[in-house]
Structures are given as structure tokens and as C-alpha cells.
């Protein structure tokens, strides 16, 4: 299981608005099973398997130049564990779980 971030951003498109364009890259991992994901301000993070993951990217990335974009900028950040189960609830968890003995 691995989790990314990924931010899409279209460029001159005449608006600073982007939230038609994350609202759009929404409807596509609705549509897409064996995912989690979650939107932020600032991203989408997405948890799945590699091989789901990245031909996803690849239709993420696409979302904007179907709306007519004529560049887009994609970041990606991606957290592929191999020594034991990474979820985004685990990574919360285990901060948490410090933050809660530093204080005690």
C-alpha cells in the first residue's frame, strides 16, 4: 500500500480559481475502486496499491487539458512503505500516539 499527495494545477486558464478543476479530478477517483482518498486544502492524498496509483496519476493529470487547459503542473509526493502496512489512518495514529506521551 502506498499514499501520495498529488496537486494539479492548470495553468492559464483566465481564472485563479481552481475548484472547478479539483471538483473534476474528484469524479474520477470517485469512480475508481481499491482507492481511499481524502482532499485537503492544499491536495488530494490518495491511498492504494503502486499499480493502481500510477495509471491513476496519469488520468489525474489528463483532467485539466479535458477542460480545455492548455498546460497543466502536477506535484506528486508519494509514502510507498514496504517493512510494514501504511495507511493514512496509521500515519495520523502514530503521531497522535506521541503527541499524547509528550504531554502526559
Known sequence: MAILEVVIAPLGTGSTSISPYVADVHKVLKETSGIKYQLT????????????????????????????????????RIDDRRDKELTMEGKLKSVEEKLSLASS
Open 41 to 76: 486544502p492544499m491536495g488530494t492524498i490518495i491511498e492504494g496499491e503502486p499499480d493502481v496509483l500510477f495509471p491513476l496519476l496519469q488520468r489525474l493529470h489528463e483532467v485539466p487539458f479535458a477542460r480545455g487547459a492548455r498546460r497543466s503542473m502536477t506535484i506528486i
